[in-house]
């Protein structure tokens, strides 16, 4: 004898679960109630003792007296310096530092200028 699909709730089932549900409840309550009764509670750390403000202030007077660790001024060495003093004039007024190969790609470069000339010369650009 089975009952075949319908509409609406089915009660039975309903009242199964709710039945399951409370027995679940009551176990978990029987439960606790037992743990509670046979574990000891865990004494809790002691709380940290309290520093008092003259120490704090104390504290804060030595922080001040502490000479501050001193920053290292980077001063340009001799080389640099040396560099700095070699400049080479270009044609057009402005300082270039020495380079060795400065003067090869500056001659280069006025040859270039020329070659750029000639062609515009010939209205070839």
Avoid at 17 to 27: G, R
Avoid at 34 to 41: F, P, R
């Amino acid at each position: 004898n089975m009952k075949l699909g319908g509409l609406g709730p089915d009660y039975e089932a309903i009242k199964e679960k709710k039945q399951k549900l409370k027995l679940q409840k009551e176990y978990s309550r029987q439960i606790n109630e037992y743990n509670m009764k046979n574990i000891v509670v865990l004494q809790r750390l002691p709380a940290k003792p309290q520093v008092s403000s003259v120490s704090r202030q104390k504290a804060l007077e030595y922080a001040k007296k502490i000479p501050r660790p001193k920053t290292f001024i980077t001063r340009p060495s001799d080389q640099e310096v040396k560099e700095e003093k070699v400049l080479t004039q270009a044609p057009n007024g402005t300082s270039l530092p020495q380079i060795p190969s400065l003067e090869s790609l500056w001659n280069r470069h006025e040859k270039e200028k020329e070659v750029v000339a000639a062609f515009k010369a010939l209205h070839i650009l």
